[in-house]
């Protein structure tokens, strides 16, 4: 597996969080680039909550500067997750018990072995720099009792499939992949990608719950829309859901 061309690579031994060090050295950097830490001490997940990370896990950022609309820039999450399951494909020999889950996460037998968090690190005619924050249980994952009530059980890949992979290792199969993925988004738009990731989706056509800041919607996942949106099919009818958490 060989490093894809335009792409930076820093790895550090210990940093606070990779997203925080995106967001430090995003103005310094010429082009997209990976940020790898083998501790992190202050990892973060979606809105805010502390994401765990011990030795022998991944946590990784790849900072981006792209160039479309922050509508578009937002579906690099499809982008990151497709990347996410081809690396456990390529790391494991398997895609049996993968899935991804809207929006951000990928999941192994039914449990959460990685998160993806974006951030947009400035505005200047749209998002100046995107970070890709990744977060990957490899080795170990939190107890039952540190996620939020509801949430899916967390998993680490060496648990549920006996394969061990070391961060390094893992960063080179995600990347190559990523590459990959940006370049048919960037080619093709987001169709294709839309497509692949409906074909990998967790509880597609089944009875979910989806919780905005407001609201708490049940439906059927009907699909994924043009704009990345979750569309459920409820009792008030059929509803495009821009951003939520999603439990079943």
Same mark, same amino acid.
């Not at 030795?55 to 991944?58: D, I, K, R, S, V």
């Given at each position: 597996m060989s490093w894809? %061309? #335009?792409y930076g690579r820093r790895v550090l031994a210990e940093i606070d969080s990779t997203n925080a060090e995106a967001a430090r050295l995003a103005g310094t950097l010429a082009g997209p680039e990976w940020i790898c830490a083998l501790r992190q001490t202050a990892g973060r997940g979606r809105r805010g909550r502390a994401w765990a990370n011990p $030795? #022998?896990? !991944?946590a990784a950022t790849l900072v981006?500067?792209?160039? $479309?609309a922050p509508q578009l820039v937002a579906l690099r999450s499809f982008v990151a997750s497709l990347a996410l399951f081809d %690396? !456990?494909? %390529? %790391?494991t020999g398997r895609v049996d018990g993968l899935a991804l889950k809207w929006p951000n996460d990928v999941l192994l037998n /039914? /449990?959460?072995v990685a998160g993806i968090l974006l951030e947009s690190l400035g505005q200047r005619r749209g998002v100046a720099h995107l970070a890709i924050g990744i977060g990957v249980n490899l080795v170990a994952a939190p107890g039952a009792d540190e996620v939020e009530p509801g949430a899916l059980r967390p998993v680490s890949l060496l648990s549920e499939t006996g394969v061990h992979v070391e961060p390094e290792a893992f960063l080179e199969l995600l990347a190559s992949a990523y590459a990959e993925h940006e370049a048919r988004f960037v080619t093709y738009g987001f169709a294709p990608l839309r497509e692949a990731w409906l074909a990998r989706a967790a509880r597609l056509g089944e009875v979910i719950t989806a919780r905005t800041g407001t609201a708490e919607i049940t439906g059927t996942f009907e699909t994924v829309d043009a704009g990345g949106n *979750?569309? *459920?099919k409820s009792s008030a009818g059929r509803q495009a859901i821009a951003a939520a958490d999603v439990f079943f």
């Open positions: 894809p %061309a #335009g $030795e #022998g896990n !991944f981006t500067m792209p160039r $479309e %690396a !456990f494909s %390529a %790391a /039914g /449990g959460k *979750l569309v *459920l």
